[in-house]
């Protein structure tokens, strides 16, 4: 029986079609081993940050820190204590107010009043590591006496910083009342943020009082006899003129208080 052959023409003609098509993998190969890179590089940088999300890295808040304690005539290695009537303001730096702009103006820069650093009290974690603590001691009472990160000598009801100073103001489970209020109203710059958390009693009504003067109502929440809001401060507030809106949670009690 004869073998049924290939004719060669047709067979030749298929070489030229393999080499054209191994190339075509081996140039994909490449663009997928080469191309990577090339969008990697391609990729358009992130959108940045506003000033109130920017995060402050340490070492900015230890300059500022040390800064802030420069211009106030210290060291920042002090041993204060206060024992102190909270009714009295008290002005460690004979009227010294440090200035915004005696700062590095790019440089957010956000205050705990009363604040200890990172610690726990009542199961619950306060603090950071990472603002201005600014407090009368030198040392925190929560965390064995040990000398607070960051610290700015001050008293909440004479903060010694001149107005619209801070990006951000925190308040946490330290003395509120209305003399603290006006300090953080005065401080706090337009378009800033409060953030406050403590005791129901007296926190509720203080946090009611400087929403009525701002004229702002963020939703506040309670947990475990906690209160705590994050309070947007109006780009046109002025602290000089309160606008003692009416509340919305004017007639709200406290399950104490039914």
């Not at 940045?48 to 402050?56: N, V």
């Amino acid at each position: 029986a004869m073998q049924r052959r290939v004719p060669t023409g047709i067979a030749l003609s298929r070489r030229p079609i393999l080499y054209f098509v191994g190339s075509v993998v081996v140039l994909v190969h490449l663009r997928k081993i080469f191309g990577s890179k090339n969008k990697q590089e391609l990729k358009p940088l992130p959108s940045p940050q506003t000033k109130e999300e920017a995060p402050i890295a340490r070492s900015d808040v230890e300059s500022q820190a040390q800064r802030i304690n420069q211009l106030l005539g210290l060291t920042g290695q002090e041993n204060q204590s206060c024992f102190t009537n909270l009714t009295t303001k008290r002005d460690p730096h004979n009227g010294r107010k440090i200035r915004r702009d005696e700062l590095p103006l790019d440089e957010v820069i956000k205050l705990d009043i009363g604040g200890e650093g990172e610690h726990t009290q009542f199961g619950r974690k306060w603090g950071s590591n990472e603002v201005l603590n600014v407090n009368c001691s030198s040392f925190a009472t929560q965390q064995n006496n040990q000398r607070i990160p960051h610290h700015v000598y001050g008293y909440a009801e004479n903060l010694p910083f001149e107005d619209h100073f801070a990006d951000g103001v925190v308040l946490e489970n330290s003395p509120f009342h209305s003399g603290v209020i006006s300090e953080i109203e005065r401080v706090i710059k337009p378009g800033g943020e409060v953030e406050i958390t403590g005791p129901m009693e007296p926190y509720f009504n203080g946090i009611q009082s400087m929403c009525q003067d701002m004229c702002t109502f963020p939703p506040m929440t309670l947990d475990d006899g906690f209160v705590s809001t994050k309070i947007r401060v109006p780009q046109d507030y002025d602290y000089r003129k309160p606008r003692n809106c009416p509340s919305p949670f004017a007639n709200w009690r406290s399950p104490a208080n039914k």
